[in-house]
């Protein structure tokens, strides 16, 4: 066995190069081959004088005709699949030797798989060589790299910049977010797109690149030789004390690879380590989701051993599973728990939140989830791509499905409908409180989100805290404090930098008035310079909006500055200690009383008469 990890790059390689030589057409019909093993149909490909099936065509200069002999694998398939492959197969051949302009075959084939999978739900989709790779990512949690986020220039679309440079990778090395990059391995990579650019950073671990970048202040481009490692994508990337007096302790979990569990376990063991911990706060808002086995094992180190956690249901009745916790919790029974959550917490952190929840160990906070109560399939297809399609629903341990959309199709076309709040039934927790199924996850104490105004919007679509924080960092001469905040002086400054950027931004107010002024137009009504007055009285109200959203804007500000300069465990880290969400979660913690009479149902007799979690 060779155990050299370059050997299976070379060979990945040697595969890819293969792969280019096939046909598009090859590749299209051996995945569409594989995508009918995936759904129970044996398939046998031979050629023959009298094909059952057949397609026609020129291949290589030759005129063929081929067979493709479907056979019932396990439960009957209808003539009717046959023929609709029979026919995807024939129409495919006949556009691509036939249409009157050559036809790109492998976008035509995704096209056509990814029209037919989009039918069904948002989540089955066909994913290409590239989309497969990033998926397995983000399963996996590392890839072979140097630790680097890309973007395109808001300003320069032909040049990319660093996002995030990751700690212990690319940020130890010297590269920090704003960097332009130049050159990697002296090839200059100016109007090279993000995909092309990345692959050229990433490779065997073991090996090295060379990277150039142009840095805001610096008079002359940077050099780095950064070595190759596998890059492990962190699923907890803080764990911290936020309130030293009271033990309590946040931690963040931003996704759900397969190490996410045994990062909690340690990071829980390191703030007990740290404190006398009295209270949790589980911060999962953003968090997306991944792998179900994940979600079961972090629930694991929150509830107690032998609790229900998830039951999965499928297509029949044999594909149903249930899970139970197998392990003691790692965190201690009398700290209080509070889940953090909002409404980009979905899937994995719907399971995790949900068990929390229905078994009464902890309280959700913050706003409503998300409501993605399906489960999806990845199913390995040749050259690279796979299918990822949805198996079955998952139902929390009070046994509701928090799906919030009901997917169908009209004629080909999805149509997404949302369950109404009278439609939804329900449950009880395990010492009786009312939850209700489907609409996403219902928190037990709200603590809203601060939206951003209409100004930052605009701010941060036109670039400008990203390019300031540039200007900023590029003036330092000494590391950023621990403890900075954005002082007047900074702000000001900021101010000035957009003002004399040219920026402009338009409200609702401004929208409303031209919609009026153009039906003033139309209909040759005269506004007597009333409209005039209008808009310099507006435009005046408008700048007073830098005094009326300051302190969200500076929050902006710091974090933008903070990612230029500071590793991110210390830029989390005094994030965390400021968020309003994270304070508000902290105050309900120290609120024993409070936090008791959460966790208690609302008609106490119904308590006694829930002997656990059941449907009402």
Same mark, same amino acid.
């Given at each position: 066995?060779?155990?050299?990890?370059?050997?299976?790059?070379?060979?990945?390689?040697?595969?890819?190069?293969?792969?280019?030589?096939?046909?598009?057409?090859?590749?299209?019909?051996?995945?569409?081959?594989?995508?009918?093993?995936?759904?129970?149909?044996?398939?046998?490909?031979?050629?023959?004088?009298?094909?059952?099936?057949?397609?026609?065509?020129?291949?290589?200069?030759?005129?063929?005709?081929?067979?493709? &002999?479907?056979? /019932?694998? %396990?439960?009957? *398939?209808?003539?009717? +699949?046959?023929?609709?492959? !029979?026919?995807?197969? =024939?129409? #495919?051949?006949?556009?691509?030797?036939?249409?009157?302009?050559?036809?790109?075959?492998?976008?035509?084939?995704?096209?056509?798989?990814?029209?037919?999978?989009?039918?069904?739900?948002?989540?089955?989709?066909?994913?290409?060589?590239?989309?497969?790779?990033?998926?397995?990512?983000?399963?996996?949690?590392?890839?072979?790299?140097?630790?680097?986020?890309?973007?395109?220039?808001?300003?320069?679309?032909?040049?990319?910049?660093?996002?995030?440079?990751?700690?212990?990778?690319?940020?130890?090395?010297?590269?920090?977010?704003?960097?332009?990059?130049?050159?990697?391995?002296?090839?200059?990579?100016?109007?090279?797109?993000?995909?092309?650019?990345?692959?050229? &950073?990433?490779? /065997?671990? %073991?090996?090295? *690149?060379?990277?150039? +970048?142009?840095?805001?202040? !610096?008079?002359?481009? =940077?050099? #780095?030789?950064?070595?190759?490692?596998?890059?492990?994508?962190?699923?907890?990337?803080?764990?911290?004390?936020?309130?030293?007096?009271?033990?309590?302790?946040?931690?963040?979990?931003?996704?759900?690879?397969?190490?996410?569990?045994?990062?909690?376990?340690?990071?829980?063991?390191?703030?007990?380590?740290?404190?006398?911990?009295?209270?949790?706060?589980?911060?999962?808002?953003?968090?997306?989701?991944?792998?179900?086995?994940?979600?079961?094992?972090?629930?694991?180190?929150?509830?107690?051993?032998?609790?229900?956690?998830?039951?999965?249901?499928?297509?029949?009745?044999?594909?149903?599973?249930?899970?139970?916790?197998?392990?003691?919790?790692?965190?201690?029974?009398?700290?209080?728990?509070?889940?953090? *959550?909002?409404?980009?917490?979905?899937?994995?952190?719907?399971?995790?939140?949900?068990?929390?929840?229905?078994?009464?160990?902890?309280?959700?906070?913050?706003?409503?989830?998300?409501?993605?109560?399906?489960?999806?399939?990845?199913?390995?297809?040749?050259?690279?791509?796979?299918?990822?399609?949805?198996?079955?629903?998952?139902?929390?341990?009070?046994?509701?499905?928090?799906?919030?959309?009901?997917?169908?199709?009209?004629?080909?076309?999805?149509?997404?409908?949302?369950?109404?709040?009278?439609?939804?039934?329900?449950?009880?927790?395990?010492?009786?409180?009312?939850?209700?199924?489907?609409?996403?996850?219902?928190?037990?104490?709200?603590?809203?989100?601060?939206?951003?105004?209409?100004?930052?919007?605009?701010?941060?679509?036109?670039?400008?805290?990203?390019?300031?924080?540039?200007?900023?960092?590029?003036?330092?001469?000494?590391?950023?404090?621990?403890?900075?905040?954005?002082?007047?002086?900074?702000?000001?400054?900021?101010?000035?930098?957009?003002?004399?950027?040219?920026?402009?931004?338009?409200?609702?107010?401004?929208?409303?008035?031209?919609?009026?002024?153009?039906?003033?137009?139309?209909?040759?009504?005269?506004?007597?310079?009333?409209?005039?007055?209008?808009?310099?009285?507006?435009?005046?109200?408008?700048?007073?909006?830098?005094?009326?959203?300051?302190?969200?804007?500076?929050?902006?500000?710091?974090?933008?500055?903070?990612?230029?300069?500071?590793?991110?465990?210390?830029?989390?880290?005094?994030?965390?200690?400021?968020?309003?969400?994270?304070?508000?979660?902290?105050?309900?913690?120290?609120?024993?009383?409070?936090?008791?009479?959460?966790?208690?149902?609302?008609?106490?007799?119904?308590?006694?008469?829930?002997?656990?979690?059941?449907?009402?």
């Amino acid at each position: 066995m060779n155990c050299d990890p370059r050997a299976e790059d070379k060979a990945e390689d040697k595969a890819e190069r293969s792969d280019h030589k096939r046909s598009g057409l090859q590749k299209a019909v051996g995945v569409a081959l594989s995508f009918l093993k995936s759904l129970g149909i044996a398939v046998t490909k031979f050629f023959t004088k009298g094909p059952v099936l057949f397609f026609s065509g020129l291949v290589s200069g030759l005129l063929l005709t081929g067979a493709i &002999l479907l056979v /019932p694998d %396990g439960a009957a *398939v209808g003539q009717s +699949v046959r023929e609709k492959v !029979a026919l995807f197969d =024939i129409i #495919f051949q006949d556009i691509t030797s036939n249409y009157v302009e050559p036809v790109d075959e492998e976008k035509l084939f995704e096209t056509g798989m990814q029209a037919m999978l989009s039918s069904l739900d948002p989540y089955t989709q066909f994913e290409n060589n590239l989309q497969a790779r990033e998926m397995n990512v983000k399963a996996n949690g590392k890839y072979g790299g140097v630790g680097l986020g890309l973007a395109q220039d808001l300003r320069d679309p032909d040049r990319l910049v660093v996002m995030s440079a990751f700690e212990g990778y690319a940020f130890d090395e010297g590269v920090r977010p704003g960097d332009y990059i130049e050159r990697v391995n002296d090839i200059d990579v100016k109007g090279r797109n993000i995909e092309e650019v990345t692959n050229m &950073l990433r490779g /065997p671990p %073991g090996t090295s *690149v060379n990277l150039e +970048v142009s840095r805001q202040g !610096a008079s002359s481009g =940077i050099t #780095f030789k950064l070595d190759r490692r596998f890059v492990s994508i962190r699923d907890v990337p803080v764990a911290t004390i936020v309130d030293e007096k009271d033990g309590i302790g946040y931690i963040k979990l931003q996704s759900f690879a397969k190490d996410a569990s045994s990062e909690l376990r340690r990071a829980i063991t390191k703030l007990s380590n740290e404190t006398k911990l009295m209270g949790l706060v589980l911060d999962l808002r953003g968090n997306p989701g991944g792998l179900l086995t994940s979600a079961v094992e972090v629930t694991e180190t929150l509830v107690p051993k032998d609790s229900l956690i998830v039951t999965t249901k499928g297509r029949e009745q044999s594909d149903s599973e249930t899970y139970t916790s197998s392990r003691q919790p790692a965190l201690p029974e009398n700290v209080k728990l509070a889940v953090l *959550v909002n409404g980009q917490t979905a899937s994995a952190a719907e399971i995790v939140a949900g068990a929390v929840q229905d078994l009464d160990v902890g309280l959700v906070i913050g706003t409503k989830t998300f409501g993605k109560g399906l489960i999806q399939n990845i199913q390995s297809l040749p050259y690279r791509t796979a299918l990822r399609y949805t198996v079955g629903r998952y139902y929390t341990p009070s046994g509701r499905c928090i799906q919030a959309l009901n997917y169908s199709s009209d004629n080909g076309v999805l149509v997404a409908k949302e369950k109404l709040d009278v439609d939804r039934l329900e449950f009880r927790t395990l010492h009786g409180r009312s939850v209700k199924d489907g609409g996403g996850i219902d928190v037990d104490f709200v603590a809203p989100a601060s939206r951003p105004s209409e100004l930052e919007a605009s701010l941060i679509e036109k670039g400008l805290f990203f390019y300031f924080a540039n200007d900023y960092a590029a003036k330092l001469h000494a590391p950023l404090p621990d403890n900075f905040a954005v002082t007047n002086t900074i702000y000001k400054d900021f101010v000035k930098f957009v003002d004399e950027s040219d920026f402009k931004y338009k409200s609702r107010v401004d929208l409303g008035l031209e919609s009026l002024d153009k039906y003033l137009n139309e209909e040759g009504y005269s506004d007597g310079g009333y409209m005039d007055q209008l808009r310099n009285t507006i435009s005046a109200e408008m700048k007073l909006d830098f005094v009326r959203h300051g302190t969200e804007i500076r929050r902006r500000l710091e974090h933008s500055i903070r990612s230029r300069t500071q590793a991110e465990s210390v830029r989390l880290v005094a994030e965390a200690k400021t968020d309003a969400q994270v304070l508000k979660a902290v105050e309900l913690l120290k609120n024993n009383n409070l936090y008791t009479q959460l966790l208690q149902p609302a008609d106490l007799d119904s308590r006694a008469a829930s002997a656990g979690p059941q449907k009402v």
